[in-house]
């Protein structure tokens, strides 16, 4: 009897553990459901007053019936920001005054320097659709507040770099950048340069689309002309672009970067220009941290423009020699396929004795970094020994007027 009933009562006890866990179960899943569904609900109900506000507003009572509808925009009065940027982006999407609409743009802009938040909220938002309709069919004056307003929006919220790219924003300040050359539009140019050296700026994907653009052999031609302004910050593009090159080698091997690209001869012919002229030393700066950052582009019998930044060495301008200094490094690194070849020119040109100064404690200015590319040529050209007699003897006498 014993032996029957056991299993029978195994087995009840069993259902009723099954039982009771579907309860169990139940009554969660309706816990959690009265969560959503109010969630929902609220969710609703807020629609519902955005909807009604905006039917309000597009079509105005005359009955009194709605007043209390009238004023912000219902979610905007929980965030007034929120509101603020859908104005602001309305102004310039709606094609008002160029004044109104630069005017909107530069509040934008203003907005973005100051708060990511602000930055993030817009593109979260849209105001990338807005823009890419100001650059296809705005003003000129219009064009340039949007495409500054661009750059601060990338340099505050970095993640935008991605979006503009996706709605074609780079293709479009290429555009503006390189059409036709008139005085007028300097300003514009320079806007639209500022906007993509921010767009470029540690993008790999970006980077190459704008190499990769037809319109980029025209950087050829803003190196040379006259505006100063467009001239320094199409460098700073540039520059982005090939510090991207310097760590991504598929970037590196685009022929944008070979030496017989009409970019990479007014690059060189520019630099050669500004240092047999004593040109614009803002200009020579730029122009040095390129060429340092193409130092693998060069070939081995290119020994002319290690010639000429060992030439810089004889000046006096802090930053001059610090730039040229960097960029003799870059030639002489191991990373570079012909840094033997790169590290005799160094040396033969005459830079070691200079080198030698810069990197030393008694030195009137005092160059750290010009010790790396000591160690660099010393180790590659161990036969050029001279120049390492002259650095004891330098040191030997420092150390005894010490």
Not at 87 to 93: K, S
Not at 213 to 230: P, T, Y
Not at 235 to 253: G, Q, Y
Not at 314 to 342: M, Q, S
């Amino acid at each position: 009897m014993a032996d029957t009933v056991k299993p029978i009562l195994i087995s009840a006890v069993d259902l009723a553990v099954q039982v009771i866990q579907a309860s169990n179960e139940a009554r969660l899943f309706k816990k959690e459901w009265d969560v959503v569904k109010i969630k929902m609900l609220v969710r609703l109900e807020r629609s519902i007053i955005n909807v009604s506000w905006l039917l309000n507003v597009s079509t105005p009572s005359h009955d009194g019936k709605h007043e209390q509808l009238t004023g912000l925009l219902p979610f905007a009065i929980r965030d007034p920001t929120i509101f603020l940027i859908y104005e602001l982006m309305a102004i310039l999407y709606t094609g008002t005054l160029d004044d109104d609409a630069c005017e909107a743009a530069r509040s934008l802009r203003s907005m973005a320097s100051d708060n990511p938040r602000c930055a993030e909220i817009m593109i979260r938002n849209g105001l990338c659709s807005v823009f890419v309709k100001i650059l296809k069919q705005g003003s000129m004056r219009v064009q340039a507040e949007v495409a500054c307003a661009t750059s601060v929006l990338v340099s505050s919220f970095s993640e935008s770099q991605d979006l503009f790219a996706q709605h074609d924003v780079i293709q479009l300040l290429l555009s503006l950048l390189t059409s036709k050359l008139e005085e007028d539009s300097w300003h514009m140019k320079a806007m639209a340069a500022k906007a993509l050296r921010e767009l470029a700026k540690g993008n790999s994907s970006i980077s190459k689309s704008i190499t990769d653009s037809k319109r980029f052999l025209r950087f050829a031609d803003l190196l040379e002309i006259q505006d100063r302004e467009v001239r320094l910050i199409s460098l700073m593009v540039l520059i982005e672009i090939t510090s991207v090159a310097e760590m991504d080698s598929s970037l590196r091997r685009h022929s944008a970067f070979k030496c017989k690209s009409p970019v990479f001869k007014a690059i060189v012919n520019q630099f050669h220009k500004l240092i047999e002229e004593n040109g614009d030393m803002v200009l020579l700066i730029p122009y040095i941290t390129l060429i340092g950052n193409l130092a693998r582009s060069f070939r081995a019998s290119d020994t002319s423009m290690i010639e000429q930044l060992v030439k810089l060495l004889g000046l006096r301008d802090r930053e001059v020699l610090r730039e040229a200094i960097v960029a003799l490094t870059k030639f002489a690194i191991p990373c570079n396929y012909l840094h033997i070849d790169h590290s005799r020119a160094i040396v033969e040109a005459g830079a070691a004795k200079r080198l030698i100064e810069l990197s030393s404690l008694g030195c009137e200015i005092r160059i750290p970094v010009a010790s790396e590319v000591l160690i660099c040529i010393a180790v590659h050209v161990p036969e050029k020994n001279k120049s390492w007699k002259y650095w004891n003897v330098h040191r030997s006498n420092h150390l005894s007027k010490s």
